[in-house]
């Protein structure tokens, strides 16, 4: 049984990912995330000794703060966090017992670096369809939750990466990391470079998402349905970030179905409710 403010390593495990998944923050000490400079998915350092100062930054959200044990730094972060008006808690084990578990983890040297505000910024071309919404899901639920987005001319691109410190992807461009890899996408080539290419149902996700950006769609069945809802969607929005905002709740659902319903089906009685009257019992 966890102590109290504390959640566990395999619910945390299960939030990662989802939409209502808490923020982390790593506040490990510098010689420690030194000797294991990898992060659990979607988490961000901070420095326990200054919580004073950047707690608020968090008020009104849920956060796991994480040390390498999960003793005295997460405890009193996630303390500091709850009296600044976040719903905190420590992660039972620390990030020993979370790599202990096997469960994946982002090397830092992956990660681009931050803004001023702690964030990281990426650019791509404009009008996204698969690819280019499929990342920045991916980047937002597993790398970054409050990364930033910007769209621009393909012939932009370069430019703005520059002149505003921003990670160009899925562009064709010499220098550039996060793009297309002969028959693998820019979604593939992400998972390796982040270390989740072994989550189960990522390793799935990815399968649909490069039969729908590489015209293939005989990967995988799903693969001809997200073209259609990448096309249809982009129909629908003439602004890029609410057509990103609509397409978070495609790969939502579509991750979901990967983790928890491939086995499922759907027919006119798989959904009924079951009766509680006992056969042949009278009213």
């Not at 990030?95 to 681009?112: K, S, Y």
């Given at each position: 049984m966890s102590a109290l403010n504390t959640i566990s390593i395999d619910k945390l495990a299960r939030l990662i990912g989802t939409a209502t998944a808490p923020i982390i923050v790593d506040v490990r000490t510098d010689e420690a995330f030194s000797a294991a400079p990898r992060l659990i998915p979607g988490a961000v350092r901070r420095r326990a000794e200054d919580v004073a100062e950047w707690?608020?930054?968090?008020?009104?959200?849920?956060?796991?703060?994480?040390?390498?044990?999960?003793?005295?730094?997460?405890?009193?972060?996630?303390?500091?966090?709850?009296?600044?008006?976040?719903?905190?808690?420590?992660?039972?084990?620390?990030?020993?017992?979370?790599?202990?578990?096997?469960?994946?983890?982002?090397?830092?040297?992956?990660?681009?670096?931050?803004?001023?505000?702690?964030?990281?910024?990426?650019?791509?071309?404009?009008?996204?369809?698969?690819?280019?919404?499929?990342?920045?899901?991916?980047?937002?639920?597993?790398?970054?939750?409050?990364?930033?987005f910007l769209f621009v001319p393909p012939s932009e691109v370069a430019g703005v990466a520059e002149r505003f410190g921003a990670t160009p992807f899925d562009v064709e461009a010499e220098g550039v990391v996060w793009s297309h890899d002969g028959e693998r996408c820019t979604f593939d080539v992400m998972l390796d470079g982040f270390g989740l290419a072994e989550v189960v149902p990522l390793a799935h996700l990815a399968l649909i998402v490069r039969g729908a950006d590489t015209a293939r769609p005989d990967i995988v069945p799903e693969a001809a349905g997200l073209v259609a809802l990448s096309l249809g969607l982009?129909?629908?929005?003439?602004?890029?970030?609410?057509?990103?905002?609509?397409?978070?709740?495609?790969?939502?659902?579509?991750?979901?179905?990967?983790?928890?319903?491939?086995?499922?089906?759907?027919?006119?009685v798989s959904h009924q409710p079951k009766s509680t009257r006992a056969k042949g019992a009278k009213a």
């Open positions: 707690a608020a930054d968090f008020r009104g959200r849920t956060v796991v703060a994480v040390c390498r044990e999960g003793h005295k730094l997460s405890h009193g972060t996630a303390a500091w966090l709850r009296q600044a008006g976040a719903d905190a808690e420590a992660l039972d084990g620390g990030a020993v017992a979370w790599a202990g578990a096997g469960l994946p983890m982002v090397p830092e040297v992956a990660l681009p670096a931050r803004d001023a505000k702690g964030r990281t910024v990426w650019v791509t071309r404009a009008r996204p369809k698969v690819d280019r919404i499929a990342c920045p899901w991916l980047i937002r639920r597993f790398v970054d939750p409050d990364a930033q982009s129909r629908m929005f003439a602004d890029d970030h609410e057509q990103l905002d609509a397409g978070m709740l495609i790969y939502d659902a579509l991750y979901r179905w990967c983790r928890d319903a491939t086995g499922e089906t759907h027919d006119w």
